[in-house]
């Protein structure tokens, strides 16, 4: 695609914003050597300022910015903010927000956008009963509770004797 092209892309993705348009602007990012170009870096805030209210009503939306994140783009607070919408948005109302944006890293300027998507996904799919290894004590377990505002997780050993927590972060 040439810069017109993508240009054009943002400037449609911005206005009509279909499922279509968006899978088509990431697949064209996901094919560029560079995403510090003028034209992406112009075509992403273009991009962020037309959906700084919607992002957070509109699911499509959501799930493009966190695709997005996973390609690494530069870093900017206009995009650590509308990727924190878009995360929130995917989250279940009872999660205590704060303490999980914390927990996968993305109130931390030197966690890359990459990374906070893997602890996002990682995250999203820890849920009570679930086995999971336990790097800290070197075995299998199980969760047991998910503490969402201390930000830890109990993990009881497979025979159910003891249990540890274990911090988010």
Partial sequence: MTD?????????????ATKADMDTLIITLKGLVDLK?????????????????????????????????????PSTSQFRNILAD???????????????????????????YKEVVTRFTALSQLKVGVYTFNIESNAWGMVGQIDEFAGSVSISNVTGRNSSSVSLQ
């Fill in 4 to 16: 017109i092209n993508i240009e054009e892309l943002f400037i449609k993705v911005s206005e009509t």
């Fill in 37 to 73: 170009d003028e034209s992406v870096t112009n075509g992403l805030e273009l991009l962020f300022d037309a959906w700084t209210e919607s992002v957070t009503e509109t699911p499509q939306q959501a799930s493009f910015i966190i695709a997005l994140a996973e390609l690494n783009p």
């Fill in 86 to 112: 878009a995360i929130k948005a995917c989250l279940p109302p009872y999660l205590r927000k704060p303490g999980y944006l914390k927990a996968i890293g993305l109130r931390d300027a030197d966690v890359h």
